[in-house]
């Protein structure tokens, strides 16, 4: 069992910077595969990123990359996501989520594919 808890959301400028951490509980946190996702107001739940449980394989949504970056440390129980150069679009309620992978490079994209949910950050973009 996996217990995820986001935090470091909030409100910040078009342009701005935030940093999402999301803290797991549990001794097997190395054994996942760490997702982030995101829900905006009246559409579904969307991938954000995604990094392998060995921290060296990274997946991005064309929408942000070169502006976000997703980083874990192991021997913390945490991943991260760098949020920059932010947009009003990015505006949702991000969530983390881990998933069981087999290949230690392996990364999920697909949210039925993961095992465990955290209960969600606001992430809210004024322009």
């Known amino acids: 069992q996996v217990q995820l808890v986001e935090s470091g959301g909030g409100l910040v400028q078009a342009g701005g910077s935030l940093r999402l951490s999301c803290a797991a509980s549990?001794?097997?946190?190395?054994?996942?595969?760490m997702g982030w996702f995101r829900q905006a107001p009246g559409k579904e739940r969307e991938f954000v990123a995604a990094i392998s449980r060995n921290p060296g394989s990274t997946n991005y949504t064309d929408s942000v990359k070169g502006r976000f970056i997703i980083s874990r440390d192991n021997a913390k129980n945490t991943v991260y996501l760098q949020m920059n150069s932010l947009k009003p679009e990015d505006t949702a309620v991000y969530y983390c989520?881990?998933?069981?992978?087999?290949?230690?490079?392996?990364?999920?994209?697909?949210?039925?594919?993961?095992?465990?949910w955290g209960q969600g950050t606001q992430v809210t973009v004024s322009s």
């Open positions: 989520a881990a998933g069981y992978t087999v290949q230690a490079m392996g990364v999920l994209t697909i949210p039925r594919f993961y095992n465990y």
């Open positions: 549990g001794r097997t946190f190395s054994s996942y595969c």
